[in-house]
T-cell receptor
Framework: RKEVEQDPGPFNVPEGATVAFNCTYS??????FFWYRQDCRKEPKLLMS?????NEDGRFTAQLNRASQYISLLIRDSKLSDSATYLC???????????WGAGTKLIIKP | GAVVSQHPSRVICKSGTSVKIECRSL??????MFWYRQFPKQSLMLMAT?????????EQGVEKDKFLINHASLTLSTLTVTSAHPEDSSFYIC?????????????FGPGTRLTVT
């Protein structure tokens, strides 16, 4: 089992729709969780950290479920510019090393 | 804030030559820097972790004598690909973290696309 698993997609979604991704992690002791976004042939950029209480940033909502060991990302009112690969990232312990999921590709269609 | 630069952005070299890639944190001190490699349509793969002033820690399967990492200061780390071969062609990305805050966020450089002919 991979340490961090994501559905690779692609998710083809019409503009304006709501889309949700899940990501599961295997290490129950993991401490920090993030969603990164990566555009084609570019470096990843931090989208948001995921807190135990859940957090929202505009159209983006992230949730953490420790009992089931998954995190989710919800995008509302999707825009064409949201097309990218979304990477689920987990810090498994008390250091700076991150474990990366393979990413979920999202394609927003007009 | 939290800007990381990488140089060069793109390099083409001949097989057997060496290539040095620089990673700089421009507005913060990076106690830890990471070097990743990404092949097309694949996820980031961590190559090594380096802390300023100490030897890098390499991931399993990454040859330390081939991928030389030097983290000489809190704002600069370099990766040298020695005796490059076509299979080393990839997208190399560095990232940096700063101590404190405990959030373990990493800030990425724009990447270096290496093509070995």
């Amino acid at each position: 089992r991979k340490e961090v698993e994501q559905d690779p997609g692609p998710f083809n979604v019409p503009e304006g729709a709501t889309v949700a991704f899940n990501c599961t992690y295997s290490n129950s002791a993991s401490q920090s969780f993030f969603w990164y976004r990566q555009d084609c042939r570019k470096e990843p950029k931090l989208l948001m950290s995921v807190y135990s209480s859940g957090n929202e940033d505009g159209r983006f909502t992230a949730q953490l479920n420790r009992a089931s060991q998954y995190i989710s990302l919800l995008i509302r009112d999707s825009k064409l510019s949201d097309s990218a690969t979304y990477l689920c990232v987990v810090n498994p312990g008390s250091n700076y090393q991150l474990i990366w999921g393979a990413g979920t590709k999202l394609i927003i269609k007009p | 804030g939290a800007v990381v630069s990488q140089h060069p952005s793109r390099v083409i070299c001949k097989s057997g030559t060496s290539v040095k890639i620089e990673c700089r944190s421009l507005d913060f001190q990076a106690t830890t820097m990471f070097w990743y490699r990404q092949f097309p349509k694949q996820s980031l793969m961590l190559m090594a972790t380096s802390n300023e002033g100490s030897k890098a820690t390499y991931e399993q399967g990454v040859e330390k004598d081939k991928f030389l990492i030097n983290h000489a200061s809190l704002t600069l780390s370099t990766l040298t690909v020695t005796s490059a071969h076509p299979e080393d062609s990839s997208f190399y990305i560095c990232s940096a973290s700063s101590a404190g805050g405990g959030t373990y966020e990493q800030y990425f450089g724009p990447g270096t696309r290496l093509t070995v002919t």
